[in-house]
């Protein structure tokens, strides 16, 4: 029955299908008013918002905010743009997602299929670190990286998110590798293989569904990252979070809302289009063992 | 000896890739805690000190009227937030369920506000719910003039403008769960339903929604986090304003901690908020554990 789960083929489905069909489209539409406003006004200009109001069609378009807010702007006196902040969120989320991913599948893979003394407890440990509130953190941290000699650099926020994200990571490995059949591990160790071939072999190929669920977590999580990167870094060191909120405070005397607005868009888009092609497999993968 | 040197020699490899990275998550989480509890005892200010203060930068802390403010409108915007982001994560999931015409596309549209940051989804709620420039001066300058939308700068109603955006935010997340949820109902559950005549209202309400249960927890628990944790959206949206209306514990935890410059009591406020979670967290967790022991039994 190709209709839908519940149909009783009679006339008046067809109405309430218009009807619900009608209905969802414009809660859809209503979803996308923040984002369609934030692309109109990136292509206005000040005058024209101070003007009017924050919603409404350009009369002008000014696509000259794109280039001011990339590479022209000032925020705390330094009037190179949001495009250093994008690097620095880049350099700290690409090697972060990375590692935390590698480290995750590893741990989960070896708790999961192989069992050791002290697995439970170590393991329970590890993803107690889902629940804990990052205030609780912030001061450690905050003297690990000075010990370190890492205050107010991109590698302390590596380091911070590697280490964060490995019970995020490990704990959807594990739920996820848990379905991977014994037999096939017994075989393989009969065959002589050790943990590394196994993992090599036979784990990660299987892993593909759970790795794009990890890497989209991890990478929208910490490129919109905001309280570590405020805390931990300051002046050109900061990521593009806490430099919108500098933008957004130093141009409170002059507005300048269109370069703002168009800030907001270059600041998303990388998880924008994360999730754009990666979406689908997220919601598949979370489904298919990561939320248990 | 040298024999199980050998043999250790040669698990040493995987012995540090397993255990290494492990060991420094499970200690972080541990000694962490502990670490910011103990702070929380001293007399701390600019930096953590020794010393012995017992409980007085809790008692301090729970006398301000930011934190009592804070906790209130956590319990307001927490109980609000995880009931109205559930109900509409249901509602888009039964809807999408219907198999209208893209929903591939309908799915991607309620999704997509989970990949952006708070930061800046209080940034573009901020400009939208400005009466100076949003929604309101749109409506005024079509012409009806006496319209007032003003909940961003209103003292009793500027916390639901956080509701408003978190919801925008979550909502989706809780639909692809949920979808996901009623995609794997027993199809013969269905089918009997169908036999026996039940229509769609009853069938969701008598088959359906009741096995959406444990769906439903795990989507609170994860509401329950993004509550306790919200930061960034207020100091984005609101800046914890007007006054401290909008303020929440964790930015009280940062005041405290680095803008008051007194390290003693942000930890008790973040113990505080520890502590909050706990209380919704370990009855649920208790829950869980018996529920699998009736399971296995």
Known sequence: ?292 | MSGSLRRFARKLPELLVIWVPMLLSAGHVVVFTLWTTWVSFTPSTLMPTDGWVGLRNYSAVLATRNWKVAFDNLLLFGFSFMLLTTLVGLALAILLDQRLRGENVLRAIFLYPLAVSFVVTGTVWSWLLNPGMGVQKLVNSLGWTAFRFDWLVNRDMAIWTVVIAAIWQASGFAMALFLAGLRSVDADLLKAAQIDGAGPVRTYARVILPSLWPITVSVLVILLQFAIKTFDLVRALTEGGPGIATQLPALVVYDFMFQRGNLGRGSAAAVLMLLTLLAVLLPYAGWTYLQRRRARA
Request: aromatic share 12%.
């Open chain 1, 1 to 292: 029955m190709p209709a839908g789960p519940i149909c009783n083929g009679a006339a008046p489905v067809r109405s309430r299908r218009v009807i619900l069909g009608t209905l969802v489209w414009l809660l859809a539409a209503a979803y996308l008013v923040p984002m369609v406003v934030v692309l109109l006004n990136s292509l206005r200009t000040a005058q024209e918002i101070a003007q009017g109001s924050m919603i409404g069609w350009p009369k002008f378009w000014e696509f000259g905010n794109y280039a001011v807010a990339w590479s022209g702007f000032c925020i705390a006196q330094t009037c190179q743009g949001i495009a250093p902040y994008i690097a620095n969120s880049a350099a700290i989320t690409l090697p972060a997602t990375l590692i935390s991913t590698l480290l995750g599948a590893v741990a989960g893979y070896a708790v999961s299929l192989w069992r050791f003394r002290g697995d439970r407890w170590i393991f329970g440990l590890v993803t107690l670190g889902v629940f804990l509130p990052e205030q609780m953190r912030l001061i450690p941290w905050t003297i690990v990286l000075r010990d370190l000699g890492l205050s107010n650099t991109l590698a302390g926020l590596v380091m911070i998110h590697s280490v964060q994200g490995l019970s995020f990571t490990a704990l959807f490995c594990r739920n996820y590798y848990l379905s991977i059949p014994q037999e096939l591990m017994k075989a393989a160790r009969i065959d002589g293989a050790g943990f590394f071939r196994i993992f090599w072999r036979i784990v990660l190929p299987l892993s593909p569904p759970i790795l794009v669920v990890t890497v989209i977590w991890q990478f929208t999580g910490i490129w919109n990252e905001f309280l570590y990167g405020v805390t931990f870094t300051t002046g050109t060191q900061q990521p593009i979070t806490a430099a919108l909120i500098a933008l957004a405070t130093s141009v409170a005397d002059v507005p300048q809302y269109g370069v703002q607005n168009a800030a907001v868009v270059l600041a998303a888009l990388p998880t924008m289009l994360v999730y754009l092609f990666g979406g689908r497999y997220f919601v598949r993968g979370l489904t298919a063992g990561a939320v248990k």
